[in-house]
């Protein structure tokens, strides 16, 4: 399958990579306005120079031959590239969100309707191991009929410093509110696990931390020259390394991804100067940001389901954890592994989920990334889509349940959520 790609930035990389990585797809068009990430990934998978080009008209225009394209430009910058891709008859596969606001995203079903295309969402939780142990627990009857969920999403302090306070994420009219930037993935996610209509939602949330009145004393303006750096927790040289790790330790390596965000591909001396003059070395309490910092959102579901979702920033970076609590069992997952403890025998089994180490450079999410572009190149080279299980519809519902939460949580009361979507 040739396969173009809108957007060689963190995520537009990982799925070219992954979609080379299957054995069925190669790239054959790039567009992406930043040359050394163009040029990195070009090089990298192949492309040649005929298919590189600084910006997604461009490529369009150019009609290169292609069996699908992967759109992963920035939040706001989804409608037009989709327009123009259905208008090619193009099978899209769109990293989330859809769109900013319900007008957008309506827009983009009528142009799916119109032009008859495949267009996919990248809610890339649903093709995790973890997903598919669970549903097949819950389709087996391991607790009963589920009856509320509760779901945290831990983002982590220096994952939220890095892409909410500091990043391209900051502020909601450049990109989008939080929980449509980080969580629709969660409210998605409780969708596909639950099994029911979303129909009322109420939410919770504000920025708390990260703002001006909460700095240490004597803060200055960037991390690389401020007195208060060594006892910052949100520091940059701690998230990034390139001064002072903490207590003399080595950089977390997990952080490695989004050192590479900062620089890519640079030197810990071309580090520090990115530090010095870009975005990645403020001070998270400069005022430069204005999305929530932690959220609750509680749903309603047409079964009579409830779950009670929270993202937060304040917690250590690790996995998702959920509690399933059904009329006959309970089901926990922690780190990644799953409990189920069953009313009637008093009983409790463990399930190992299937590993997923990751195996290309810049693939996240315990194996969803991979499941994700497994399924959707596998549709295009076989004409069978039924393993693609986030077409444009299902995930408009878990957007309308999103913009339906943000209302409720700026007007402080119910909402239901129809009119939020042009599906309900």
């Known amino acids: 399958m040739r396969l173009l790609i809108a957007g060689a930035g963190a995520r537009g990389s990982a799925y070219a990579r992954l979609a080379v990585d299957t054995g069925l797809a190669v790239v054959v068009g790039i567009a992406e306005p930043r040359r050394p990430l163009r040029e990195t990934l070009a090089a990298e998978l192949g492309v040649p120079a005929a298919g590189v ?34 208008a090619h008859g193009y099978p899209v596969l769109l990293e989330k969100p859809i769109a900013p606001d319900p007008a ?40 009963g009929r589920i009856i509320s969920v509760q779901h945290l999403e831990p983002v982590g302090f220096w994952h939220f410093a890095h892409s909410y306070v500091r990043g391209n994420w900051r502020r909601e009219e450049e990109s989008s509110p939080f929980l449509l930037a980080k969580c629709t993935h969660d409210v998605d996610w409780l969708s596909f696990i639950i099994g029911s209509r979303p129909v009322r939602v109420s939410s919770f949330g504000r920025l708390s931390h990260f703002r001006p009145e909460e700095a240490p004393d004597g803060a200055s303006r960037r991390c690389t020259d401020c007195p208060a750096e060594p ?42 100067q990115a530090l010095e003059s870009g975005p990645y070395g403020r001070c998270v309490y400069g005022g ?26 304040f917690t250590a970076a690790g996995p998702r954890r959920t509690r399933i609590f059904g009329s006959h069992g309970e089901i926990s997952v922690e780190a990644g592994s799953v409990s189920v403890h069953d009313f009637l025998t008093g009983t409790s089994t463990d399930y190992t989920v299937p590993a997923a180490a990751s195996t290309v450079a810049g693939e996240k999410h315990e194996g969803g990334d991979r499941g994700l572009v497994q399924a959707w190149v596998s549709a295009l080279a076989r004409g069978d889509w039924s393993g693609v299980v986030s077409g444009l519809a299902e995930s408009l519902v878990s957007h309308s349940v999103v913009f339906a939460a943000e209302e409720a949580r700026r007007r402080g009361t119910v909402v239901p959520v129809e009119g939020f979507s042009p599906l309900l």
């Open 288 to 313: 430069g940001n204005d999305v929530v910092d932690h959220q609750v959102v509680n749903i309603e579901y047409e079964d009579g389901t409830t779950a009670a979702f929270t993202a937060t920033a």
């Open 231 to 272: 006892g910052c927790p949100y520091s940059a040289l701690r998230i990034y390394g390139p001064g002072r790790p903490p207590d003399g330790a080595a950089a977390d390596p997990a952080r490695a991804y989004f050192t590479d965000v900062v620089d890519p591909g640079g030197t810990r001396e071309s580090l520090w």
């Open 53 to 86: 080009f600084e910006d997604w008209q461009t490529m369009l225009r150019t009609r290169l031959p292609a069996d699908g394209i992967i759109i992963a430009t920035p939040d706001r910058e989804h409608g037009r590239p989709f327009a123009a891709a259905a």
């Open 104 to 143: 957008g995203c309506a827009e983009l079903a009528r142009l799916q309707q119109e032009a008859g295309i495949r267009a996919a969402v990248c809610h890339v939780l649903r093709y995790t191991p973890l997903t598919a142990l669970l549903r097949q627990l819950l389709a087996e009857g391991a607790v």
